[in-house]
């Protein structure tokens, strides 16, 4: 089992930025390719970025050159750094955790989610 917990959601005015965190614990992280996934009100839940424990970077199309994803091992956290953000970033953020091996842009790849941290972008 893997425990994943994310925080660092808010309300924050469009063009701000936010930090968010997400901690794993339990089997080793370094085993697992990390993702974020969204989910607006009344929407399918969306894939934001994910990498395997090395290699590139996957980023949705809709936050290319905005969010940045990075990862430290060390401290089996992963974080999502938005930028310039969007009402229509409004959602519930969640991360995710998937063998290496998975389509890590495929949310069914993923065996372990996270609670899920609300991101709430004004106008």
């Known amino acids: 089992q893997v425990q994943l917990v994310e925080s660092g959601g808010g309300l924050v005015q469009a063009g701000g930025s936010l930090r968010l965190s997400c901690a794993a614990s339990?089997?080793?992280?370094?085993?697992?390719?990390m993702g974020w996934f969204r989910q607006a009100p009344g929407k399918e839940r969306e894939f934001v970025a994910a990498?395997?424990?090395?290699?590139?970077?996957y980023y949705g199309d809709s936050v290319k050159g905005r969010f940045t994803y990075s990862r430290d091992n060390a401290k089996d956290t992963v974080y999502l750094q938005m930028s310039n953000l969007k009402p229509e970033d409004t959602a519930v953020y969640y991360c995710?955790?998937?063998?290496?091996?998975?389509?890590?842009?495929?949310?069914?790849?993923?065996?372990?989610w996270g609670q899920g941290t609300q991101v709430t972008v004004s106008s």
């Open positions: 995710a955790a998937a063998d290496n091996s998975a389509p890590i842009a495929t949310m069914s790849a993923y065996h372990y």
């Open positions: 339990g089997r080793t992280f370094s085993n697992y390719a």
């Open positions: 990498r395997r424990s090395l290699g590139n970077t």
